[in-house]
């Protein structure tokens, strides 16, 4: 996440890709592996799939992915990553650029619903957890990852914004309880690298729920 801008909207983003040649690792992002590692392939979508990497992986674990990000300059990049992968993993991912504030993907289509890191302020971050769960077919599983508002505090570098952090009990609220059954709903301990190179304890917010109806 960037802090200098609170509109955080298409050109923000772009800006903010043109200015690194790749701002992610180009790996899979460590909840989305631990919690569909073991889910059956089937069809997913990617929200706010940045450059690709977490589409890339589910597709190279035969899943039929669907990225989809707000910034066209993020979209090139993770269908450049895409082409220059197996060629059998091309045909199982399509990008989409759109904005999910007003884009509204397929209804109960999914069998893997995939948040990461996507960081709206209320009241858009509701829409958009009501539309990716919409998106969740019955069976299927929406995962929310973001960063816990307890990283306010860590030595490393995330945006002062308090409004941008939620916790699993936030993504909760947003759905209809009757219809879902959750898995996980934890602030989940991660190791990473601070901007020293000192190895520091963050917590990532970790949701995951299966559709019932
Ligand atoms: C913090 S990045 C995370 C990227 C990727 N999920 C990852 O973990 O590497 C958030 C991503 O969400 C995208 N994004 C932000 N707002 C969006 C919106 N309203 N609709 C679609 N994508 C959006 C940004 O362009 C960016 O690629």
């Not at 990049?77 to 990008?95: C, I, K, N, S």
């Amino acid at each position: 996440m960037e802090t200098a801008d609170n509109n955080q909207d298409r050109e923000f983003w772009d800006r903010r890709y043109r200015q690194q040649h790749r701002i992610w690792s180009g790996e899979p992002n460590p909840q989305l592996v631990a919690e569909a590692g073991t889910l059956e392939p089937g069809y997913a979508l990617d929200v706010g799939c940045g450059e690709g990497a977490d589409s890339l992986w589910l597709a190279s674990r035969g899943w039929q992915v669907t990225g989809v990000d707000i910034s066209a300059v993020a979209i090139e990049r993770a269908a450049t990553h895409a082409a220059a992968a197996e060629d059998p993993m091309q045909g199982r991912v399509q990008w989409v650029c759109a904005d999910l504030r007003s884009w509204e993907p397929p209804a109960r289509t999914f069998s893997l619903v995939s948040l990461q890191f996507m960081h709206l302020p209320e009241p858009e971050r509701t829409v958009l957890f009501a539309r990716a769960a919409s998106a969740v077919g019955v069976g299927g599983t929406l995962l929310v990852v973001a960063h816990h508002p307890s990283d306010l505090t860590t030595a490393v570098p995330r945006p002062q914004r308090p409004e941008l952090f939620y916790t699993a009990d936030d993504v909760a609220a947003a759905l209809e309880p009757d219809q879902w059954t959750v898995r996980v709903s934890e602030a989940r301990k991660r190791l990473t690298a601070a901007p020293d190179g000192a190895s520091v304890a963050v917590h990532d917010t970790v949701f995951s729920a299966v559709r019932l109806a």
